[in-house]
């Protein structure tokens, strides 16, 4: 008997005296918990996500959508960055004011490959305003999930307020469960058993958030 048999077998008899249930699940399963707190605007939405964001160390930028390759160039710039890693489906006007070298998403690149890669530059699939979060679902504009673990820098775009919600359980809404889900919350971090915070440890020591939106709120297109 095989170990699978075993602990299959297992749970048959734990199982065996319950009455079976042909509820469907929606109904079986209680799901009366609130799935917000408080009932915010989308301006306020966004707000809040930024706060969360720089809460986390995460570095927040907020531009409209013609000041956005203007905005990322600047930042690869600052950066020193002389290579940035690009998903097969990114908007090529995103890296327009830019001449940094582009490095294509590639099955066959190795970790030391990635790790020599100064930048990565993505989009997200949803944006979570009471957690801070950003979520990568490996759609087009975000590539492969190791694409965003490796390099140590990474340039997030989220496009406001279409992919900003205010809860998890309203992102997992937009979100298909069978895709490679990336859950990020500020920079890569971790601490010791005397709270000593490291950052880069397993993902990118640097994380910038641009939320794009129609609206530019200062001169230079950068609300941090």
Sequence with gaps: MSARERILGRVRRALADVEPDDSPYERAIERSYVR????????????????????YRALVHRCTADELPCLIGRLLAERGSRTVLVPPGLDA?????????R????????????????????????????????????GPDQGRRRITLVPDHH???????????????????????TRPLTWISGPSATSDIELDRVEGVHGPRTLEVVLVGGVSHSPGGDGR
């Design 36 to 55: 917000a707190h408080g009932d915010l605007d989308a301006e306020r939405t966004v707000g809040l996500l930024a706060e969360n964001l720089a809460d």
């Design 93 to 101: 006007g995103w890296l327009a004011e830019t001449d940094v070298e």
């Design 103 to 138: 490095v294509p998403d590639l099955a066959a690149s190795t970790p030391d490959e990635l790790d020599r890669v100064d930048s990565v530059v993505t989009g997200c699939a949803v944006a979570v305003a009471e957690t801070g979060t950003i979520v990568l679902d490996g």
């Design 155 to 177: 340039v997030c775009v989220v496009r406001v307020p279409d992919q900003v919600v205010a809860s998890v359980p309203q992102a997992l809404e937009r979100l298909t469960p």
